[in-house]
């Protein structure tokens, strides 16, 4: 498996040293080149890791195993041989292909979204930075060097989040977001060093086949496995740790695309489908892994319905939809996760970037309550728009409903949760996938269709947006159309996905139940989804017709009433007990998460304050704490030494 | 010249003595001349010489494989002596080249400023090669005199005369508890050398352990008040605030990497000599308290700060903390992560007060936080300079502070440790708080009317900034230069 | 092995005690004005002993205080110096040369000038 630069393959492992370059480049000398440059030297630099990410991928097909480069010895502490190496295999580069495909076209779309920001090769050098962070994750051949990149994505994010800082809000998110992602990096340091002291090696590789020595559900392969839940629950926004990705709408909205489509919260699904084989052995740490998921699934579909800026809806929906994957990897699904952040990374970069679109074309405007029929004018982006929507809600035949599919299946057929409630997790699953039919309907007609809630002069302004915005917009819809097709219903088709990523995965046993089962399952998850377009289509349609009847009058007032109509019969019909409970849920949310992590803030600095008073400047004082000290040793000695 | 064999190896003292050496050249030309621009050179010079001799005795030393002592065994060179004596001097001459840069402007170009950091530093070097406990004093006072001037040197700024006047009357109550100590000490087990004093508390019919404990302790307080432990630590905020900052990084390198060495040294052997059982748990539960309080003090401190210079002032004291865990580590693996933390804090640490040094006022006053707006478009090279180092600082990969902290905590780990090691793994979130608020400063927020521009920075402060930020990365992705070449040697075992 | 330590300090502090206890029973006791006088027939004290004095008097005594101790150094030398002589005398060689650079920079820095 070892190989060498002569194998094209390995030529991969230039992908991050692309990113990297570009990132240099533009930071050190973009201030000083004319406008579109800085965009074109970044996308470049993407469009080379794309390259040789495509080489590679070609290069494997029909391999079994990936290539493993060592590029030099590293931290050669007591016992542990840790180098800096790369692994070229299916997982990797199927990320790769996402990270930088997906990548690219964002990076094509922000020259021209960010076309008048004076700061834009800041903004190039920090998106390429990212993308080099994200590729050097994938790449990592132990779990030091991956920590590096998921360290690196950490900053950057940080950084893009609070791009705009002259609003302290942006600043604060970005803080936010760095400071939840750290307590999921404690749990990731814990867990290396757990890691190294049970198995003496830090090399993925090689804890994945000696975790397979081990006895199923050691008690330190759970712990390990824990540890790393914490880590993946800060990076890919799971409950607890998922307040900050809200908030990270204050960044550009290509970066909201870029973390939520291709980079950043893909992180988490990632390490724990790199170490599958440990979460195979370890199916307590596994099924917390799938109960943290659906519980986030739920939870952050719920809240998505009571939101009203047309960011926050799609963040809440990306938190849900992690939830899916965790479930997925939770269950041993593990194929079907890596397929769903697949899928998820065409719709919901399409989904985000349309949402640029509206934004560019409003200035600014992101309150969905002053939006409606934009798809009338921006027929592009409202089509393209609409075929993401329909992907996440998972209607048939778009990439979303064969990975949405794949995950509720394996969740039906799980051995790996079986003890664990995988059938209650089923339920609630689809339950989710119901709602998040209904929120993103919601979402499309408050944007797209219905009657305009704009202000005259805003309506007046409204533009399709420019061919560099535009054209992403419909590669991405194409792929979320038609990429769900690789990876078809196992038990019934041919499954290119799955075979192209056994290699590089743990196989778990599935329960095989009968065809027509498994077919009742397929069945489910369309009804549910039709269910909750259906109920989307009654409530908004339908009593925006009535309202809009017994209102008449002019266009204005009309607006308006339909306005209040609207929000009464969503009150009245599903929404008031679902929006209680959001609102439950935005108060447990603000309130108690954000309250805790103020007052851990303030807890902090109850301690630095009290530290500093005890710094009271008077020497005679600081002679005094040390004489105390030592007089408490003394006695201490008096004490124990007095003894033989 | 027929010497008696207790003088031994006199060679091993040519590092010390080509630093004083040229401390009385410096010092002689100062007086002699008007010619101020050239004492920096020349204290640099010293120090290169006497850093090329301890390279060339180091592997002489490696090539032979065995310990070299002079004195009748009064200093040592092994392992331990040359690698902590090589960290020092780099520290020195970083710490001179940025002195010079900036010696008009503060002050530094008097006759006396270079001499007493070349006697500092070889104070240092006697500390760390110190093979009994009254050359280990010592060291310390040679050192510690030294500084005290030197962080009192700002004329006419009281901030500076209290911080000497405060390090001088501290230290001089450490130093008394440390001569106490060595006199138990010496009372317990009738030996000033360690390895006598290993010896005599091997014996079996060793009967003032007691006694040796409480000398023990007293030693431990003596160190810790120089590597700054808590609760010995509060001098060093007003004092690094207080000092001219290119002091301040001498000694937040020179002084706390030689204060370290002779803490590994005496501490390792100590805590051996005490042996098993309730007396011998009762020194590294001691200091495993402390470390805890230092960790959670310093990093809790620096929280609060608003100047950069106090910031990094209170960072320092956890830097000690990590590095005491690994002193606490103690053995072979100890004493190496200690090195490689010590070796990249130095470059990391001058690094940043370079910088610094360019942000603040000519009076070397105004170091708030605010200052550093916008740094990150009026000056990218600088901002980005500063942004890795504190990231390093903060515990960041790839740099060399990951690193340091993984070594660190490794080595903790393995000598079951693991509590107080998630002790220093929570801290270091919170270490991340108030390094993160400088390079966030830089980059996300915009300079008003009072924001001072940086000043053009010096030649020689760009060519310490490179270097620290050099040794920052390269340490930081081969972190095997430094740690493959000093696990070569044996450690420990090779200083008994 | 300490009781001669211990016995040595109590004698010395039963003799300076004593020394006191006894002059102060065995002395007359005549106090006059003139007797109370710090310097008996001398100049007339003016104000308090306790003001500031020039710095330059604490310099010269210091310096007095360091070159005089630091030839005590030599006594130790001159007892041990047939353990090895001529080693010895390098040394003290050394010795006085760091001295003597110590003594060119008081001279050169203007300490001994007096105004």
Redesign the interface.
Known sequence: MNGTWSDPVAWATLAPLFALAGALAN??FG?RWPEPLPGIVAGVAVAAAFAVSAIAFVGLIGRDAGVALTL???????G?DVS?GVVVDALSTTFLLVITGVGLLIHVYSVDYMRDDE?NA?YFALLNLFVASMLVLVLADSL?LL??GW??VG?CS??LI??W??KKAN?DA??KA??VN??G??GF??AS?LV??TFGTLTIAEVNAQAGTFAFGAGVLTTIGLLYLVAATGKSAQFPLHVWLPDAMAGPTPVSALIHAATMVTAGIYLIARLSPLYAQAPAASAVVAWVGVLTALIAAIAALAQTDIKRILAYSTISQLGFMFVAIGVGAYAAAVFHVFTHAFFKALLFLAAGSVIHALHGEQDVRRMGGLGRRMKLTGTTALIGTLAISGVPLLSGFFSKEAILGGTWNSTLVEDYGSRVLFVLLLATAGLTAFYMFRWYHRVFAGPSRLTKDAAAKVHESSSLMTVPLVLLAAFAALAGFLGLPSFAFPNWFKGWLAPALAQVPTLHPPLWVEWLLVLASIVVAAAGLFAGWWIYERGKGAIAAKAGGGALGRFAEGGLGFDAAYRAAVVGPAEGVAGGLAIADRDLLDRGIAAGVTG??L???A??A??S?Y?RL??L??????AA??V???V????? | MNLPPIMGDLVVLVPVVTLVVFAALTLLFGVFTRERAALGGLALTGVIAALVFTVFLWLQARAGGVAVTALGGAFRGDALSYAFSFIILIGAGLAVVLADGHRVRLQLDQPEFHPLLLLAAAGGLVLVSAGDLVTLLLGLEIMSLAVYVLAAWRERSRVSEEAGMKYFLLGAFASAVLVYGIALTFGATGRFDFAGIAAAAAAPDFAARGLLLLGALFVLVGLAFKVAFAPFHQWLPDVYTGAPTPVTAFMSVVVKTAAFGALLRTTGTLVDALGVGPIGEVLPAVLAVSIGLTMVVGNFGALLQSGVKRMLAYSAVAHAGYVGLAVLAGGDAGVQAASYYLFTYTFASVAAFAVLLSLMDDDDRGDRLERLAGLGRRRPWLAAALAVIMLSLAGFPPFAGFIGKAVVFQAAIAAGHAALAVLGISTAVVAVVFYARVVMTMYLREPDAHTPVARPIPRRTAVVMAIGLAATVVFGLFPGLWLDWIARAPWWSAGF | MYENLLMMFLAAGFIAAAALVVGALLGPKRTTDDLLEAYESGIPATGTARERFPVHFYLVAMLFIVFDIETAFFFPLAVRFGMAPQFLFVQAILFVAILGVAYVYVLRKGVLRWK
């Open positions: 930071g050190l201030r030099w010895s590293f931290l050669p502490v007591a542990l800096v700061d800041r030091v920590f590096v360290e690196g900053v940080y950084l609070g791009f800082f002259r600043a970005g803080r760095f400071i750290r307590i990096d404690a340091v814990l060093f190294a002291a902090s600095s301690i630095g304050r530290v500093a005890w710094q400047g020497v600081y002679a704490a040390m004489f105390l000290g030592l040793l003394a201490v000695a008096a124990v030494g007095g003894r033989p």
